[in-house]
């Protein structure tokens, strides 16, 4: 048939992904082409020379300390945002599904926080932390307090919140989308068997959900592994640049330290432990299911 | 019935396509407004270097235009007041812009897409990176021969100082003679004993923590912990026998000066338990406003400080120490914020000469003259200016510049200096860590840096 | 859609409303302590920021002064603009994709282009960023155009949004309805167009949403493309506003409030089909 001929698949293709792969192939591929090629060169950031260093900056990289510290960090704060958030969000979509009243209301206002982009909503909780909830604790204490943000474990717990507080209100949609796929006949059949509402919902709703989960985890790991915005406004790498995640040190290093090699060379390494995070996980959560 | 659909659908997708092309021309209609859009296209050919100007200047008629990337917040405002002006008067194209991102960060990427600013302002330690390729030699300028405070490379002037800034301790005197009930000379408090004397004074009158701490990196390792760099004959050396571990900064006489000094501060510091998270506006206040009345700073937060309801007597006086140098009879300071005017083939020669004539006009012309000292409130960098300075802050640093007790910036700190030391002194100032400790922090990072050479 | 489950004791309902009462309120906190402040001198934000209404009394003067200073209108118009046409350029250039990709998974062309995409989502931005502006900027000289703002906007976001109409066509549109149009006479362009566009209303909705926020809200591609004042953006503005002024608190909360305004403004206007949408279109990724 026609269909099986190099110029049919050709026209196909460019007719109805052409548009797509153009700009996709324009704005992503070009320069990632070209960033790759910045890491062999010693580039400051500024001058006009480029001068090629073959691997340098991948030791320079290996060997820069407070990345990998940094690199640990964002590991840490993923783990602990990631649970938190899908926790969060899978208990919100419990509830705004059970059929309470003004539960679209909810839905709605758990949303909010999305329509707020990182930088704003960062300099908005600054000024919770610094000045509202300081305010508070002074009033009660009567003398005065010190900013949660001042402390080490003070402010990656702030990070964290303020991560679940951002995205649990959009996993929590998927979360009820992935609620309302589960047909009502399955759980009543489930209780008719002599399970609660409990059980039912461990036993056979949540199995049932395995896609809300993995695309959830997934979306929620990549978006904790490269937070910028967020870091940048609320705590800024403070204090002692002990909030300082692999994204902030990576712009630090091309362009606060003038490094543009070795920052860039560390982007693609967190380009790399993301890439492979976030698909060990889509595979190990896609296997046993239907395969997509 | 088949056909209605398809003719339905092949209309919706015409129209769909019809909307998307009017779109796309529409905006390309909007892209291509406003003047300095031939600066873009004589990009376009990769070295089209003969070509830019003459589309530059075509493009925007009589005057050119030109840009100035402002880095100093305090008087954005003013700036673009002052432009619209300049462009009204002088017909000549003036636009300002800011960045909160660092320097370097925000002039890499305006150079790697070939739209340098006409004239950056940016700091001391960006001039000697980037002069030799991004801007203009300056030499032949008028002004060069009245001001020290210009920064020459190899003998070329290249960077415009915009101003001169100095730090040290900002005393509230109002609110030290409330407490007190003497006049405040701060002359009389140049050693540490008579300072720390003054403080157990303020605390028996009542005003329980006299002093204020900026907890900021930037305000902690390069202004106040520079000045252990700074506060001796060759700091050059200095820094180089601590970058080869020769010297023991913990054994310093000077480091130790300044930081018996920094203890005294942090002990009477209002937010003592919450050091870390003092915010800079909130110390200020308290500062403007009497409720303490030190702390560590320089000239430039008087911009802060005259937001509030600040005191009349207020001004910058030497880190009282000690340390029998005469150090501490001198604020640190110099030429800060210096322009550049771009060298590449994207700046035209007309636009090059409108910022040389806008540097000229800033120092020769009274307007200009006014809009550094009166407008802006910053202490003149050029000695044929002899308006006086208006705030406080300033009118001491002017003092001391004018009496020759001025110690030099230290302008070639790497630059994660700040970042790297500045975290190393938060944590001193929260109690995390003792002298000792921080001295072996500052030997261990000078140990591991790369100097550059200058 | 009206889902009801009927488990659940009035006692443990009457908890659950209380455990969602207190998370509604944590999560609109930040927004009440922005509006209560934005009211009040700078110098009562300092001294007292829990306070309703300051010593210096209630103020209005923050919103029209920051208004000017951020130039609102021309920046929201920008905004407008950009937000709109990128939206509805990533949905029409992906979904076409999409339905390729879908429909030849055999074809070479077609595997490398949906893997090359997936592995996109997880780039850091800041890899891309100057090299970004050398090519553009440096090489073709096209920056400070609205139009190369939006496509390449449409280039970063048509990963993501190819993604989740992959899934939608995967898993909702059935072979037999297209394979139907085609005995009926149709090429696979009208096929496409007639046939399976209109089905993927509910993923077309998700994507314009998701998109949509994006859009508005993004930050570092615009101030990296549009380094002109008259093409700036809301963002752009805002964080120009924040750098500038950050010593002005109660100018800042305006900012901010005023930046956050349309797009709060319109949710509340679509907050049915968003919901709808955001939960249609996700249940297979």
Not at chain 3, 215 to 230: C, T
Not at chain 3, 259 to 265: D, N, V
Request: proline letters at 3%; charged letters at 15%.
């Amino acid at each position: 048939m026609e269909r099986n001929k190099m110029s049919y698949k050709v026209s196909q293709f460019l007719m109805f992904a052409g548009p797509a792969s153009i700009l996709f192939l324009g704005t992503v591929i070009i320069p990632f082409i070209y960033g790759l090629y910045l890491t062999f060169t010693s580039w400051d950031g500024v001058s006009k020379a480029k001068p090629f260093v073959g691997l340098t900056n991948y030791m320079a990289a290996f060997a820069d300390a407070p990345y990998w510290q940094a690199l640990g960090r964002t590991v840490v704060y993923s783990i602990f945002s990631v649970l938190f958030i899908n926790i969060v969000a899978f208990l919100l979509a419990y509830m705004v599904t059970s059929g309470v009243k003004g539960q679209n209301f909810f839905r709605a206002g758990f949303f909010i926080p999305n329509l707020i982009g990182g930088i704003v909503l960062g300099y908005v909780w600054k000024f919770v932390f610094n000045r509202a909830f300081v305010a508070i604790a002074e009033s009660i204490s009567g003398g005065t307090a010190p900013s949660l943000l001042s402390t080490t474990n003070g402010a990656m717990f702030c990070l964290i919140l303020v991560s679940v507080w951002q995205y649990a209100g959009y996993m929590m949609l998927i979360y009820v989308a992935g609620f309302m796929s589960v047909p009502e006949s399955l759980k009543e059949a489930a209780m008719i068997d002599g399970c609660n509402t409990f059980q039912a919902t461990m036993n056979v709703t949540i199995p049932l959900m395995r896609a809300s989960f993995v695309q959830c985890i997934f979306l929620s790991i990549t978006r904790c592994f490269m937070v910028y915005d967020l870091n940048l406004s609320l705590t800024k790498g403070e204090p002692f640049n002990s909030s300082v995640m692999a994204a902030m040190h990576v712009y630090n290093q091309a362009f606060t330290y003038k490094n543009y090699g070795t920052g860039q060379a560390e982007a693609l390494i967190l380009f790399v432990v993301c890439a492979i995070i976030g698909v060990t996980q889509v595979y190990i959560g896609k296997k046993g299911e239907v395969a997509a | 019935m088949k056909n209605k659909t398809i003719m339905t659908v092949l209309k919706k997708v015409g129209a769909v396509a019809l909307t998307g092309a009017m779109t796309m021309s529409l905006l390309a209609g909007c892209g291509t407004t406003g003047p300095a859009d031939g600066a873009a296209a004589g990009a376009a050919g990769t070295e089209g270097g003969e070509s830019a100007p003459a589309t530059e200047a075509a493009a925007s008629g009589d005057g050119a235009s030109f840009t100035i990337f402002n880095s100093k917040m305090e008087i954005q405002d003013q700036l673009v007041e002052m432009a619209s002006k300049y462009s009204e008067e002088k017909g000549v194209n003036v636009e300002v812009y800011y960045s909160s991102d660092t320097v370097a960060a925000h002039l890499s990427t305006r150079y790697a897409s070939g739209e340098p600013y006409t004239l950056a302002m940016v700091d001391a330690k960006d001039v000697y990176s980037l002069a030799a390729e991004h801007a203009l030699d300056l030499s032949g300028e008028d002004w060069v021969k009245d001001t020290t405070n210009a920064i020459a490379i190899d003998g070329k002037t290249y960077g415009f100082p915009v101003c001169v800034e100095a730090r040290g301790i900002i005393y509230n005197a109002d609110a030290i003679k409330k407490v007190t009930g003497k006049d405040f000379n701060p002359d009389d408090y140049a050693t540490l004993d008579s300072f720390t004397a003054l403080i157990e004074e303020l605390k028996a009158g009542g005003m329980a923590t006299p002093v204020g701490i900026m907890k900021e990196d930037w305000s902690l390792a390069a202004h106040y912990l520079a000045e252990v760099y700074e506060q001796r004959e060759d700091p050059d050396a200095f820094v180089k026998e601590l970058n080869a571990g020769s010297t023991d900064i913990g054994a310093d006489e000077k480091f130790n000066s300044m930081m018996d000094t920094f203890d005294v501060l942090k002990a009477n510091n209002y937010a003592a338990g919450s050091a870390i998270s003092a915010e800079r506006e909130v110390t200020e206040q308290k500062l403007a406003e009497g409720e303490i009345a030190f702390m560590f700073g320089g000239n430039w937060d008087w911009s802060v400080i005259n937001a509030y309801d600040y005191s009349e007597n207020m001004g910058i006086m030497p880190v009282p120490q000690n340390m029998d140098d005469g150090t501490n009879t001198k604020l640190v300071g110099g030429g800060s914020k210096f322009f550049i005017i771009d060298s590449s083939e994207n700046t035209s020669a007309a636009q090059a000469q409108a910022a040389k004539d806008f540097l000229n006009w800033l120092v020769y012309d009274e307007a200009g003259q006014d809009f550094i000292v009166n407008t802006c409130a910053l202490v003149p960098a050029f000695s044929n200016i002899t308006l006086p300075v208006a705030d406080p802050l300033g009118a001491s640093v002017k003092k001391y510049a004018d009496a020759g007790s001025l110690i030099a910036n230290y302008n070639y700190l790497p630059d994660d200096h700040y970042s790297v030391l500045g975290a190393a002194f938060q944590k001193y100032l929260a109690d995390q860590t003792d002298r000792p400790g921080f001295a072996t922090e500052i030997n261990t990072y000078w140990k591991g840096v790369t100097l550059a050479a200058h | 859609m009206e889902e009801k489950r009927t488990a659940g004791s009035g006692l443990s309902r009457a908890l659950m409303m209380i455990v969602l009462i207190i998370f509604f309120l944590a999560f609109v906190l930040p927004f009440v302590l922005v509006i209560i402040n934005v009211f009040k001198t700078k110098g009562d934000i300092n001294s007292a920021p829990l306070a309703l209404i300051g010593s210096h009394g209630f103020i209005l003067s923050n919103f029209p002064e920051a208004m000017k200073k951020m130039d609102f209108w021309r920046v929201f118009g920008n905004s407008t603009i950009i937000t709109t046409c990128s939206t509805i350029l990533t949905i029409l250039v992906s979904c076409m994709a999409a339905f390729v990709i879908v429909r030849n998974n055999k074809w070479k062309a077609c595997a490398l282009l949906f893997s090359a995409m997936i592995a996109s989502m997880v780039i850091p931005f800041q890899v891309l960023m100057v090299p970004l502006v050398s090519v553009y900027g440096g090489l073709f000289g096209v920056l400070n155009h609205r139009l190369t703002l939006i496509l390449l906007h449409t280039g970063f976001s048509v990963s993501m949004a190819t993604f989740m109409f992959h899934g939608a066509i995967h898993t909702n549109i059935p072979l037999e309805l297209e394979e139907a149009a085609y005995i009926d006479g149709c090429t696979r362009w009208q096929t496409f167009w007639k046939i399976v566009f209109p089905l993927l209303k509910p993923t077309v909705a998700t994507v314009a949403i998701i998109d949509a926020m994006a859009f508005w809200n993004d930050y570092l591609l615009p101030s990296l493309v549009l380094q002109k004042k008259e093409l700036y953006t809301i963002p752009i503005a805002t964080q120009a506003f924040y750098g500038t002024y950050s010593t002005d608190i109660g100018l800042v909360m305006a900012a901010l409030l005023l930046a956050m305004l349309p797009i709060l403004i319109l949710y509340l206007f679509l907050q049915k089909y968003i919901v709808k949408g955001v939960t249609s279109g996700a249940v297979k990724g």
